[in-house]
Each structure stands twice: as structure tokens, then as C-alpha cells.
């Protein structure tokens, strides 16, 4: 049976009349004697029907005639309740129908009556926004610290979830104000969740708690900073919040509300919480910078506002905690994955000045695509090494870093940043083990400056494949190749796993010589700018030979 929708046949004659608001259709009808305890199908009466359209005369009528019925229990009658369990005073205040509300408890309506799912009529004066029901209810003494609903919900925590300003007013002189629902949430947090500023000003001013923690550890200042309510934001702090305290038994870390608002990208919540967070967080052991959860969510702006205050592109080594070594690891892994989203995040922290590692290179060298790699190489330059080469031309034992030669240029404020001799050694290492994709990689680090000695290492003259170790070559002299790697390449040049090309069965022209020493004396990757060939007394058709691009 429907207990919301009233099936006219079922409705009395009173009742149909007090529906209407017809009074001298009820007196008449109660004058031939016909009953007022009909109910109809949702189990309402006549004193529910004038109830909850706020007929006053009718109720009125109606009331007169219960008492002086031989036949009705009056108090049963007056507070009857429906098949939902609401009272004739709970529908008179659920619509705001203050003087019938008044007129019933007169008639000794119980103002605490709580229907089947535990509301009752203070708690749906509150939810209707019905101040001046609210006010005569208080003031009758109605019950507001009792929990209704399944969620524990009180009155306070109504009002402020709708955000009722001057409702929360009048129960807050009389309500607990740290009362708390199933999930130990109070009207603050709620005020806090929800940004109802105006509801959270009247709870402070009150003496709510601002910092108290709910079951899963989330305080008023987190759960704001979460929902993006910048205001509210900042009414916390400036009541006292602290937006160093952590979440609770939650995660192996301290989660801050730093961490919420970046994670949701709220940059005006993240500009409101960076001069007051404790920067241990950025870098410090046992913690997780929010850079990390920038990344995570794919949120770039608030990721570019943390590295613009200050934030370590780097971070801290989150594995234990995270499985991540750092925020540039987790965005290669997306860019790998989904290149849309990734490629941008690592364009971001290159331009920060993020670190590459090992790790980080094994993903960029994989990639099938040149994409990646050539994103690093746009944001990364190689530099020449302390050490000289043994001799012009020659072999060299370097790592393949380099260090600025005459006429170099250093990267200005903004734009790409030499490599570090532990990121060129990391990514030499890695090129050993990814020999099988050199074909991608290879012309993209010789073209970028990378020293090609660097790359004359034991796997790549043995396993890799022949068009690349020709490239490789062809940017050395290969009659001057050391005596291992000269029964390596013999070797495979007998199992037929690799062919030469004819050139490196003669020894290398002058031309070729030159350049190589131009090349050592300047370095790989000076020889790569036409700003530094510009200053050489060299004919600019030359330009492109001493930049290898002859090379195929």
C-alpha cells in the first residue's frame, strides 16, 4: 500500500473538508454525527488533513468536537500517528504552520512524538527552514540534543547542513555543539564540508570545537580544504585551526590539509594553506610532499603553483610509503600510459628542474615512441666532463657528460639545465640495457649532444641492432677503436649478425678528423648549437658537417 499518495476513496468526509479548509463543511458534517477518527489509506485523520494545510478554524473545529466526544480518547486522537508514525503537530510544523502548531500543543500534542524514522517536529520545523516554529517549539521545551535518522543526525546538525544561519542561532544557546553523528561528525565539520560560512561563523562564535577529528581522521580545516571552500578555509585558520594536524589512523603518513586541496586542485585553498604548512612535508623522511598528489590526480595547475612557491620538484623518496621514488617517476609511468595526460605533467616538472634517475630512464627508453625521450631532451642538456680525453678522436673513459667548452652557453633562468654527471651516468646505463630500442633512442642522444664515446659500451657493440651501431660509428673514428671492441665487432661481423658499412674498411677522412677534434675541443653538445658554430672561422656550408647531420 502507498502511504505517501492519499487514495480518494479511502478519505473520510471530515477529513476531505478539512483538506479543502472548508469550516462550515466540517461543522456541518461533525453536527450530523459522522466520525473524525476515519482514516485513509497513508492512516491519516481529519486533524491530520487540517494539520497539514494549516486550516486553524478547521483544527480548531475539529479539536472542540474530540473533547467533547464520549467515544474518542482524546489524547490518542490528538497525537495519532500515520502508518509513517507522524503526528498531526509534526505535519503543522514540517510545513510551517505556526499557529496550528501552537493550537495543537495547547491540546496537549506530544512535541517529541518521533515518527518511524526518528524525525519528529523540531527536527522538520528545522529542515522546512521554520523559524518561528523552531523558536515556539524551544520555547515549549522540545528535545534538541536527540539523534533522528539512521545517521544520528541532530536538530544543529540539520540546520547547519541547510544552511539555516538563524535557526543555528536559536538552537545553538540551547544544543550541544559537539555532538556527533555515526561518524563522529559535528555540525562544525558539517558547516565546514558543506561551505556554509555563514552557519560556521555562528558555531565558532559559540565556542565550537574547530579542530575536532572525525572517524576517519579528517579534521574541519581538511574536510574544507578537500570541498575547495576557500572561505570557510579561511575562517578556520584565522579561529585557530591548525593545518598541521594530521589525519588520524588513516595512511602510513601525515596527511595535511595541503595534501587534500592539491590532490583536488583547489590552487585558491593551496595559496591560502602554503605559508602556514610546515615545509618539513616537501622534503622531510616519513612524509609525502603534495606534489606527489598533484600528480596523482592529474592536477596541473595546482601543481605548477607548488613548484612556483617553493616545492621540490623532486620531493622526497617515497617508496615505503608511496612505491615511488619520486613525483617525476609516477608522471613518466602516465605519460607511458596515457600520453595525453602525462606528457604535460612531465613538460611541468622538467621545467622545475626534476631529477632523472635510473628508473626514470628505463620508462623514457622503453617508450615506443620518441615523444618522451625528445620532451627530456628539450628540457635537459649534456655538459663535458672534468676529464680529458685521452687523446683527439680517440676512445674517451668519461661518462658521456660534458662540461661547457669555448664559446658554450649556459642555460639561462627558465630554460634547460645541464644534465648531472649521475643523471648522464644513470641514463649511459640504462642505454646499456634497452639495446634493443636503440634504433629510437640512439639518433635522438647523439643529436642532442650526448658524447658518443659514452655509448661504445660491451652490449651495445654486441647486441645492438647493425643500422644503429653504424649510426654510432660513423660519429667516431673507427680506426682507433680499442682491441675489445675490435673482436667484438669482429665477431659479429663473422656470424653475420651485423653488416659494416664499406667506409669502415678504410680509415676515416681528414674532413672526418677534423671535426672529431673540433668536436673534443668544443664538446658533443656545443657543436649542436648554431650560436656557437657562428663564432668559428668556419664557412657556414661546413655548419651541418661539423654538426654530423651528413651522418644517416
Known amino acids: 500500500m502507498d502511504f505517501s499518495e492519499s487514495y480518494s476513496d479511502s478519505v473520510g468526509s471530515v477529513s476531505a473538508a478539512a483538506r479543502s479548509g472548508s469550516l462550515a463543511g466540517v461543522r456541518t458534517l461533525i453536527r450530523a454525527g459522522l466520525s473524525l477518527d476515519v482514516r485513509d489509506n497513508r492512516g491519516w485523520t481529519c486533524l491530520h488533513e487540517g494539520a497539514a494545510k494549516g486550516h486553524k478554524g478547521c483544527v480548531r473545529e475539529i479539536l472542540r468536537a474530540a473533547v467533547a466526544s464520549s467515544t474518542l480518547d482524546f489524547p490518542l486522537f490528538v497525537n495519532a500517528q500515520t502508518h509513517e508514525g507522524e503526528t498531526p503537530v509534526f505535519l503543522a510544523a514540517r510545513f510551517g504552520h505556526v499557529s496550528v502548531v501552537k493550537l495543537l500543543l495547547k491540546g496537549d500534542a506530544d512535541i517529541d512524538l518521533q515518527t518511524n524514522d526518528l524525525s519528529c517536529p523540531l527536527y522538520a520545523a528545522v529542515d522546512g527552514g521554520h523559524t518561528e516554529v523552531v523558536k515556539l517549539l524551544l520555547l515549549q521545551g522540545a528535545q534538541v540534543n536527540r539523534s533522528h535518522t539512521a545517521s544520528w543526525w541532530t536538530c544543529l546538525h540539520l540546520a547547519v547542513y541547510k544552511g539555516h544561519g538563524e535557526i543555528v542561532d536559536l538552537l545553538s544557546a540551547k544544543a550541544d555543539l559537539e555532538s556527533q553523528d555515526d561518524h563522529r561528525i559535528t555540525p562544525l565539520f558539517l ?86 604548512t610546515d615545509r618539513c612535508i616537501d622534503r622531510g623522511p616519513e612524509h609525502v610532499s603534495p606534489v606527489y598528489l598533484t600528480v596523482m590526480s592529474d592536477q596541473r595547475g595546482a601543481l605548477q603553483l607548488l613548484l612556483t612557491e617553493g616545492y621540490s620538484p ?21 605519460a607511458v600510459s596515457e600520453p595525453e595526460r602525462g606528457l604535460e605533467t612531465v613538460r611541468i616538472l622538467l621545467s622545475a628542474g626534476a631529477t632523472a634517475h ?85 639518433p635522438l642522444l647523439l643529436k642532442a649532444g650526448l658524447d658518443p664515446h659514452a655509448l661504445l659500451l660491451d652490449q651495445i657493440c654486441s647486441e645492438a641492432p647493425g643500422a644503429s651501431l653504424n649510426l654510432l660509428l660513423q660519429h667516431l673514428n673507427w680506426s682507433c677503436l680499442s682491441l675489445g671492441r675490435r673482436l667484438i665487432l669482429d665477431q659479429r661481423r663473422t656470424s653475420r649478425t651485423w653488416e659494416p658499412l664499406p667506409m669502415f674498411d678504410s680509415i676515416p677522412s681528414l674532413f672526418h678528423l677534423c671535426r672529431l677534434l673540433i668536436r673534443d675541443v668544443l664538446g658533443s653538445a656545443s657543436v649542436t648549437k648554431a650560436s656557437v658554430l657562428d663564432q668559428l672561422p668556419v664557412p657556414l656550408l661546413f655548419h651541418h658537417f661539423l654538426q654530423f647531420k651528413d651522418v644517416q
Request: hydrophobic residues 40%.
Open 191 to 276: 558547516a565546514a564540508q558543506y561551505g556554509q560560512l555563514t552557519c560556521l561563523k555562528k558555531l565558532i562564535a559559540a565556542g565550537a570545537e574547530v579542530s575536532v577529528h572525525v572517524s576517519d581522521g579528517a579534521t574541519p580545516l581538511h574536510i574544507a580544504a578537500q570541498e575547495g571552500h576557500e572561505d570557510v578555509v579561511a575562517e578556520l585558520l584565522a579561529s585557530g585551526a591548525d593545518p598541521n594536524k594530521s589525519c588520524r589512523n588513516v595512511l602510513q603518513w601525515a596527511q595535511l590539509p595541503i595534501h587534500a586541496a592539491a590532490q583536488f586542485g583547489h590552487s585558491g585553498v593551496l595559496k591560502r594553506l602554503i605559508p602556514v
Open 314 to 334: 623532486d620531493a622526497q623518496d617515497s617508496e615505503e610509503l608511496l612505491e615511488l621514488k619520486c613525483p617525476l617517476s609516477l608522471a613518466v609511468d602516465l
Open 358 to 442: 635510473r628508473e626514470i630512464w628505463a620508462h623514457v627508453l622503453k617508450s615506443e615512441g620518441a615523444e618522451l625521450l625528445q620532451l627530456f631532451l628539450d628540457f635537459r642538456t649534456f655538459s663535458r666532463p672534468s676529464s680529458v680525453s685521452e687523446s683527439p678522436g680517440s676512445e674517451s673513459p668519461g661518462p658521456g657528460s660534458e662540461s661547457p667548452g669555448p664559446g658554450s652557453e649556459s642555460p639561462g633562468p627558465g630554460s634547460a639545465r645541464a644534465l648531472t654527471e649521475l643523471e648522464v651516468e644513470d641514463l649511459v646505463k640504462e642505454c646499456g640495457s634497452q639495446v634493443q630500442n636503440s634504433s629510437m633512442w640512439m
